[in-house]
């Protein structure tokens, strides 16, 4: 069958050209872990934007930025932090990427670090040769649109991105952000902090070996606890203002894999902590909000236990250089009684 690029592009965009069904799935790891090999590293990055969106603008700004970039859930996510050094003044801001093998599709999340509190609706799609298509509905200053990455010429010693809206669905578009990647390390390193950054997690940046404790069933008055081991490697993101963890959780039935991200609220001096649960890249749950008071910092927020409506707590305590304990704990009746469900022990590994 032959296929116009158009087309190709229009169908990755769409879904319908990504290939699925469970021989995909099972080949997931095969095919999919390598996907962002070629973006791995630290990297120089000139940008080319429109000033006006969707205006019939045709004034474009340079300007440059820096980029690093590693892999998590064993290829099968990636992080990026980035700096961009836009006209009116710096900003940081962050990518996270994930393959879904049930749909069979990468989805990837932006944090612009301005606005912390608001983790933008994913783009979805997938790779065909040197092209990726990612695609999916936003708003833009009111106006419902269909926001549209592509990266291009990936396997170059320049690789290239743009962003493009679309106001009709996808029949034109209207290409706002171009990027083109000069690579400086193959390894990525931390991008510089700032120096107004808070510090509450500081303590956790680094490798850890973990010890789980969790009941098996929760809020039903179960004893039943299950212990198993597990690791985590996290990094500062977004100049200090944030980070970031890939854990790895080795439990008795199979071990699976998540993404812990943080990010600091200059307006309320809260932290929000949410999760990706890599056995359904999907969405980032709802996350907790809080703040470190007397070496403890305690977090709640709004969940759902099946579909029960719950308030979870976390809290993290006993901060050491080499170590520290998090826990989680449930209320089903709005915070007068809890219960702690799950307990974690950090060994910080040389």
Known sequence: MQVSRRELIAGIAAGALVPSGPALALDARATREHDWDWLVGNWDVWHRRLKERLAGNNEWQEFTGKSALWLALDGLATIDD????????????????????KSARWAIWWVDGRYPTVIDPPVRGGFAGDTGIFAGPDVFKG?????????????????HWEQAMSTDGG????????NFFTRIAPVATPLPMTADRPRDFDFLHGSWSVRHRRLRRRLAGSGDWEIFTGTLVNRPILGGCGNIGGNRFD??????????????????????????????????????RGRFEGG???????????????????????????????????????????????????MRRS
């Open 82 to 101: 980035n700096i961009v050094d836009i006209p009116t003044g710096t900003y940081r801001g962050l990518t996270v990427r994930a393959w879904d093998p």
């Open 143 to 159: 106006t419902p649109v269909t926001v549209r990455f592509r990266w291009l010429d990936i396997h170059s010693a320049r690789p």
């Open 296 to 346: 403890v910092g305690t977090f709640e927020g709004d969940d759902l236990l099946d579909t029960r409506p719950v308030r979870t707590r976390t809290r993290w305590s006993a901060i050491t250089a080499h170590s520290a304990r998090w826990e989680q704990a449930m209320s089903g009746d709005g915070g007068a009684s809890w219960e702690t469900n799950w307990i974690s022990e950090f």
């Open 171 to 178: 029949k034109s578009w209207e290409i706002n952000w171009e």
């Open 251 to 288: 439990r008795p039935g199979g071990a699976h894999n998540g993404i812990g991200l943080r990010t600091f609220d200059p307006k309320t001096g809260d932290w929000l902590s949410w999760w990706l649960d890599g056995r359904g890249p999907t969405h980032f749950a709802a996350p907790v």
